[in-house]
């Protein structure tokens, strides 16, 4: 039964991150359709053009040319150095910690207030090129490997996480802010090339990265204040 029950939860947990996806882009949308991105009202026209028999080769090219490898060569753009980076941050140390180290212990009081960790909010950081080395990078961080961790075990995943002081709370705020921050830097830079602008870039990564630390100290508040009474 402690299985199913565990199922169960997980599922409407999940659910519900994605309900507040959904929930937050449209509020957001809607904001921002009434502030910033408020103009003249006008009405919308679709034109539908001549139909055209599909040319296999003009679409395999573009999608691989236009598509596929100019996404491929951002992502090796960004990849690259930012995998040094890590390396550099885990593994060269100045006096008795490495410079991940104190990365970590200047953005611990941030990452409290959100009911996190410094190690957990580095690794957001880090992990801008792709969200999937967030979760590497925080064990990393928690066993002092200096390489990236996958390990597929989910005890063995939990076993470390528990041991560095995750409770609930820290995987609440975790999901919230995996749902709630800046894209990855590939998407960043697809959103600078298809507006031509650099401010449109800036917004994307500013306005999800705020709304998910305001969220996270609000979560981290009521908690905090649950605690107390019961």
Same mark, same amino acid.
């Given at each position: 039964m402690y299985g199913i029950n565990s199922s169960i939860v997980s599922t409407l947990v999940v659910i519900l991150v994605i309900v507040l996806g959904i929930f937050f882009s449209l509020l957001i949308s809607k904001l921002l359709s009434k502030t910033i991105l408020k103009g003249i009202p006008s009405s919308f026209i679709l034109e539908l053009p001549p139909y055209r028999k599909p040319q296999f080769g003009k679409i395999f090219v573009r999608s691989i040319f236009d598509r596929t490898l100019f996404v491929l060569g951002r992502a090796v753009l960004i990849a690259a150095p930012t995998g040094l980076?890590?390396? *550099?941050?885990? &593994?060269?140390?100045?006096?008795?910690?490495?410079?991940?180290?104190?990365?970590?212990?200047? %953005?611990?009081?941030?990452?409290?207030?959100?009911?996190?960790?410094?190690?957990?909010?580095?690794?957001?950081?880090?992990?801008?090129?792709?969200n999937e080395i967030v979760l590497p990078i925080i064990l990393m961080s928690y066993t002092s490997s200096g390489?990236?961790?996958?390990?597929?075990?989910?005890?063995?995943?939990?076993?470390? *996480?528990?041991? &560095?002081?995750?409770s609930i709370l820290t995987a609440i705020n975790v999901m919230l802010f995996t749902l %709630?921050?800046?894209?990855?830097?590939?998407?960043?830079?697809?959103?600078?090339?298809e507006t031509g602008s650099t401010k449109w870039m800036i917004m994307a990564f500013v306005i999800p990265t705020i709304c998910g630390i305001l969220l996270c100290m609000f979560t981290t508040l009521i908690w905090n204040i649950f605690t107390v009474f019961v």
């Open positions: 980076i890590i390396w *550099l941050f885990a &593994n060269v140390f100045i006096g008795d910690f490495s410079i991940l180290q104190y990365v970590a212990n200047f %953005l611990d009081p941030l990452a409290k207030l959100m009911g996190l960790d410094g190690y957990i909010l580095t690794a957001f950081i880090l992990g801008l090129p792709a390489v990236l961790l996958d390990l597929e075990e989910i005890s063995s995943i939990g076993s470390i *996480l528990i041991q &560095n002081g995750w %709630l921050h800046f894209p990855c830097s590939t998407t960043l830079l697809t959103i600078r090339k």
